[in-house]
């Protein structure tokens, strides 16, 4: 029920429209490319889709990661702007359940944007590398790891989001985080292992390392680190205010 | 019976005293006027009420049930309006109610009947950022009466009204009681408000009650201490006056 609230709050918002949009942008880098240098990815060898991957998914996880921090600040920004958050606090439902319906519906978006994304890439390996078997199953399986590499900066968003009532800070936070990550060592491991940096990390190499198992565990553990920080900050903004 | 009962209450903000010692008692099924100047702590103790800030001393009940124990059962019987109004500008009036609705768990009746009351359903249709002051006004209000809650929490509810729609609310709200059973606390800086609304009033100063009874009460009380009794404002000008005047001493 409460997800369904915070769904019809980001109506007009251009929420849903924004996440479609970068979607379609983020799918158009794998087009481009192959349109125009197919001859040099063609020699490359290898799985199709991983070729795909490695040429064209740090612009694709940077595009994501905007559209989270955009998403989280839109979210927060209809909540502050004619002050909707103070209404549901005198209201009986807990401010924990509407904060994680908002990380279910971002959720929910960012897995509908990979999905499109994917279905892109997988366009573009049956059309360009045209004797493609592409296994559906292994499809699936990097959308669903970039998915849950996504899922701390999703959370550790909305949780900055929610902290600033003027949406130009959170936006401005959120900005400097995504450049900051994008420029440190990917292949120190701990710098790989943050949020905002993760989803640049792919299946393929992760996998090499012998990390997947690694990258998941951590992927969860932020991921209840941030909810249980925002726990944590709305009790101590019940009581201190 | 008191439905809402308050025991010392106090809430300091740092070494400032914005509620003090109050001692308020809210019979059942009153329109109850809590009036005093900007300032002088009337949101800051409705706010206790609704569990949006915590008393630094004291204690009160609400239907004999207290924060942060039974802090959904209350809210659940309270409709409130707190300061300016709150909603999603990006939303119709109609749909900002129905989330509301829904959070209450209210059948889809209710969001009509919250419109008709106040007078919003011909705008039902329009966003609220576009609505006017006074029906933003009236939105809040409607977002309080939503269901028709047992308890009426409303601060300052007819700020930024017209004539009209301050005479429209008031004439709402003293009607509430009779509508339905219904308790309400309204706030308000203007006694002349205060006094076609409320069956009881609460004087409010710098967080201090000075005066809290019938309007009859208030008249022969303020009679006997020497305080101009023709017009009511004056009398409570007054009498805010001599307690600043104590106050600096
Ligand atoms: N969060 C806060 N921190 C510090 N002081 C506050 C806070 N909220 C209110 N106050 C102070 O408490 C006093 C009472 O405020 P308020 O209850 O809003 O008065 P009223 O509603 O009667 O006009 C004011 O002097 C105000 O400045
Ligand atoms: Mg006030």
Redesign the interface.
């Given at each position: 029920m409460v997800p369904k609230i915070e769904y019809k709050k980001l109506k007009r918002t251009g929420y849903v429209p924004a996440f479609l949009l970068a979607a379609l942008l983020a799918g158009a880098f794998p087009v481009v490319n192959m349109a125009v240098r197919k001859e040099s990815f063609l020699s490359l060898g290898g799985e199709p889709l991983s070729v795909l991957l490695n040429a064209n998914w740090q612009m694709m996880a940077m595009l994501n990661i905007l559209l989270i921090v955009c998403g989280a600040c839109m979210m927060y920004h209809t909540e502050y702007t004619d002050n909707g958050m103070q209404k549901m606090e005198l209201l009986p439902v807990r401010q924990t359940s509407l904060f994680l319906g908002k990380f279910l519906i971002a959720s929910i978006m960012t897995a509908v944007m990979l999905s499109i994304e994917f279905s892109v890439l997988a366009g573009c390996a049956v059309y360009w590398f045209s004797d493609s078997r592409l296994n559906p199953m292994i499809l699936i399986c990097h959308l669903s790891f970039s998915f849950i590499m996504l899922l701390p900066t999703i959370i550790l968003m909305l949780l900055i989001a929610q902290a600033f009532r003027n949406m130009w800070i959170s936006l401005g936070i959120g900005v400097i985080l995504v450049f900051t990550f994008s420029i440190l060592p990917q292949e120190q491991l701990f710098f790989a292992l943050c949020p905002f940096s993760a989803p640049y990390q792919l299946l393929d190499n992760v996998h090499a390392d012998g990390h997947v198992g690694l990258f998941l565990e951590i992927a969860a553990l932020e991921t209840l680190l941030f909810a249980l920080t925002e726990f944590i900050c709305l009790k101590i903004r019940r009581n201190f205010s | 019976m008191n439905i809402i009962e308050t025991n010392h209450l106090t809430k300091a903000y740092g070494s400032f005293t914005a509620v003090s010692d109050l001692n308020l008692h809210i019979r059942k099924g009153a329109v109850y006027g809590f009036l005093g100047p900007n300032g002088a702590g009337k949101s800051t103790t409705m706010k206790m009420f609704?569990?949006?800030?915590?008393p630094t001393d004291g204690a009160f009940h609400i239907d004999k049930k207290r924060f942060p124990q039974n802090?959904?059962?209350i809210?659940?019987k309270?409709g409130?309006f707190?300061e300016?109004?709150?909603?999603?500008?990006?939303?119709t009036g109609q749909?900002n109610l129905?989330?509301?609705r829904?959070?209450?768990g209210l059948p889809k009746e209710s969001t009509a009947d919250a419109l008709e009351l106040t007078g919003l359903a011909p705008v039902k249709d329009r966003?609220?950022?576009k609505y006017s002051l006074g029906m933003k006004q009236r939105l809040g209000l409607a977002?309080a009466l939503i269901g028709r809650p047992p308890i009426l929490i409303l601060d300052e509810p007819t700020n930024g009204l017209d004539p009209v729609g301050i005479h429209e609310i008031r004439s709402l709200i003293r009607s509430l009681p009779e509508k339905y059973d219904c308790t309400v606390l309204v706030s308000s800086h203007l006694l002349s408000e205060i006094e076609l609304m409320a069956d009881d009033i609460g004087i409010l100063n710098h967080g201090h009650l000075l005066f809290e009874g019938s309007l009859h009460d208030l008249k022969s009380q303020a009679h006997d201490a020497g305080f101009p009794v023709d017009n009511l404002e004056e009398t409570f000008l007054a009498m805010v006056e001599e307690d600043n005047r104590r106050r600096s001493k």
């Open positions: - | 609704l569990g949006l800030t915590k802090r959904t059962a809210l659940k309270i409130s707190i300016s109004p709150a909603f999603y500008g990006n939303l749909e129905d989330i509301i829904k959070i209450l966003l609220a950022r977002g």
